[in-house]
């Protein structure tokens, strides 16, 4: 099996459903590693082992798997000699005990589910270890009654606990301290008894600064009447925490000690949750154990694909008895290649222990390989494209392909001319005939359907369509061609019929009508006289398009005897052939009688100048001088 095989058969998003009916990550990670294998007697207790688990399923409605949960980090802590904190030995202990009353519920079902109850042989109890745990530890932490050393410590503790607060109450009640004291109440710091006390007088109060506030207001102290005592506890809790590691690691050696058996118990319990995760999917979906063989024979009877959801329409399904390669034409979304992935998908689903929907006379077969070539390979990385994709996907199947190999190929030979696609289809399918292959492929080309009909261990197949409503019934009937859907189609949509017929007789013979049509019918050329633009059409100031430019401009200068316009535009004066023009309004509708046209070419500031020059005007005259002696210079 290969990646691409997994993906386009949607095998992971199968698995990813079954898994999430495990109840622990022990299931999880075993399913994750699963894969189809073709060893018949595997896969027989494979699918065994569903059908009994279902059976109990059936009988008892649930499995007791409460407690059992992954312990394998705290498993590996354990081995490389890391003491357990009290939270992880419940887990184990947690673990423990679901594993014994998994035995045990497990051993009453032998007469439901004799090989998975054999199973709970193997299986370990170790209620003293459970036991021992659950004495020791309660509420996340190590009782007092797990050691008389611990009891008389903490018992030590509690009364030089209670001494120290006796005394700082005493402090706090005394009215000659009432006026050092910021807040009324005792409070531990760094397991320290203190009583905050105002900043200003931290030093008249006799004790210890433990700890100041963060505004440095207040300052908590240990009065130097209970520093004695505050010794003592630190003392004393020394000695509990060293109690308590003892007592912790006494109870990860005793599973350090059972470790091989445990590990054995974890390997069983995550065989039970991937099992029953099977089952528990077998009944969600109404599963049944399929027969099975080993020679290449496939019949369907009724059978879904597992992920599709809804009202769907069963496969009747054979191949691999009268014939050994099945040709699938049809319409587009007809259902082909949902055919395709449904015997894909139900192959590798049987192989790897699930039930399947289908009827009584199902049968499956394993194989080494399963193959196929199915939707759009296009890569843009490669620069293929997607009928390159397809043969550089068909030449690698070609080197792999033996006579324990199924494939499914989806239009196959397609993506090229198609004389030359159907050709090398069909030399394809012959090659692989020739390997001993299974094969199922679809296809639109008539040639291939024409070969499978013509080879005698060839078969042809089609997926029918309502003839009148054109829509698809997604029901495979084998040993039938595809009806040609394209005149249907077209017959439902008044093409004339004697243009179908005709076709109809290409299709058939390919022989092709190669008559003239009347010559009186064709087309004759026309002569278009040009219209030549009047060579008066433009005076000056009339307003011009240029056709070069999309924009528009302001005639200066008529005609020339090249044929050429002078014309204004952004600020220059530029010669355009008269053809490149078209008048869009003329002088005469744009200013009125005696408008100067010739300020339509010159600018505001030189407008202006020569206006004031005009006047008189002493400030333009001097502006003028100062230029000609700029020039000089």
């Not at 433990?210 to 440095?216: H, L």
């Not at 207040?218 to 509990?240: C, D, M």
């Not at 030449?395 to 494939?407: C, D, M, Y």
């Amino acid at each position: 099996m290969n990646t691409m095989t997994f993906e386009k058969l949607q095998y992971n998003e199968l698995k990813d459903i079954v898994k999430s009916h495990c109840v622990s990550g022990l299931g999880k990670q075993l399913l994750d590693k699963l894969e189809p294998t073709p060893n018949i007697k595997v896969v027989k207790n494979r699918l065994n082992e569903t059908t009994e688990a279902r059976a109990i399923l059936d009988a008892e409605g649930h499995i007791p798997f409460l407690g059992v949960s992954n312990v394998e980090s705290i498993i590996q802590d354990i081995e490389k000699g890391i003491i357990l904190e009290p939270t992880k030995l419940l887990s184990i202990s947690d673990f423990l005990r679901g594993c014994r009353k998994l035995k045990r519920f497990m051993l009453d079902k032998e007469f439901f589910a004799p090989v998975l109850a054999s199973y709970a042989n193997s299986m370990s109890e170790f209620q003293s270890i459970e036991e021992e745990i659950d004495f020791s530890i309660k509420g996340n932490r190590v009782d007092s009654a797990a050691s008389k050393e611990l009891k008389r410590i903490r018992s030590n503790i509690e009364a030089v606990e209670e001494k120290i607060k006796e005394r700082l109450n005493k402090f706090l009640n005394n009215s000659a301290n009432k006026k050092y004291i910021q807040e009324f109440f005792i409070s531990k710091k760094d397991d320290r008894y203190t009583i905050p006390i105002k900043a200003s007088f931290k030093n008249q109060v006799s004790g210890t600064i433990v700890e100041v506030s963060s505004k440095g207001a207040t300052v908590f102290i240990e009065p130097s009447t209970v520093t004695k005592l505050n010794g003592e506890l630190a003392t004393l809790k020394a000695e509990e925490a060293m109690e308590e590691y003892q007592i912790l690691a006494t109870l990860s050696g005793a599973i350090l000690e059972e470790i091989s058996a445990i590990k054995i118990n974890m390997e069983l319990i995550s065989q039970y949750d991937m099992v029953f995760a099977k089952a528990k999917f077998s009944q969600h979906i109404g599963g049944t154990e399929p027969k099975l063989n080993d020679y290449g024979y496939i019949k369907l009877v009724q059978c879904k694909h597992p992920l599709l959801a809804g009202d769907v329409v069963p496969l009747d399904f054979e191949i691999g008895k009268d014939y050994r390669s099945l040709v699938i034409t049809g319409p587009n979304a007809g259902g082909k290649t949902i055919v395709l992935k449904t015997i894909g998908l139900l192959t590798l689903a049987a192989m790897s222990g699930f039930h399947i929907v289908g009827d009584k006379g199902t049968e499956l077969s394993i194989f080494e390989k399963i193959f196929v070539d199915i939707g759009d390979n296009q890569s843009i990385e490669n620069a293929l494209s997607t009928f390159s994709s397809h043969m550089k996907n068909l030449s690698e199947i070609l080197r792999s392909a033996n006579n324990h190999t199924l494939l499914l190929f989806d239009e196959i030979g397609s993506g090229t001319e198609p004389n030359e696609g159907a050709a090398l289809a069909i030399s394809i399918l012959e090659e692989f005939y020739y390997k001993g292959c299974l094969t199922v492929a679809t296809t639109h080309y008539g040639e291939i359907k024409r070969f499978s009909e013509m080879h005698s261990d060839f078969m042809n197949a089609a997926m029918q369509f309502d003839s009148e409503t054109l829509e698809p019934m997604y029901k495979l009937i084998i040993g039938k061609s595809g009806e040609s859907n394209a005149l249907w189609i077209s017959r439902k949509l008044n093409v004339q019929e004697h243009i179908l017929q005709r076709a109809k007789g290409y299709m058939d013979n390919k022989e092709y009508r190669l008559d003239r049509i009347n010559e009186n019918k064709k087309r004759k050329p026309r002569i278009v006289q040009e219209e030549v633009a009047a060579k008066t059409d433009y005076q000056k100031g009339d307003r011009v398009r240029l056709l070069d430019y999309e924009d528009f401009g302001i005639v200066y200068e008529e005609l020339d005897n090249f044929n050429n316009v002078t014309v204004f535009y952004n600020g220059e004066f530029m010669e355009v052939n008269y053809k490149r023009l078209s008048l869009e309004l003329s002088a005469t509708e744009l200013y009125p009688d005696g408008y100067d046209l010739n300020t339509l070419f010159v600018d505001f500031q030189t407008r202006k100048m020569q206006h004031d020059i005009e006047r008189g005007s002493k400030k333009a005259l001097k502006k003028i001088q100062k230029e000609i002696r700029k020039k000089k210079e």
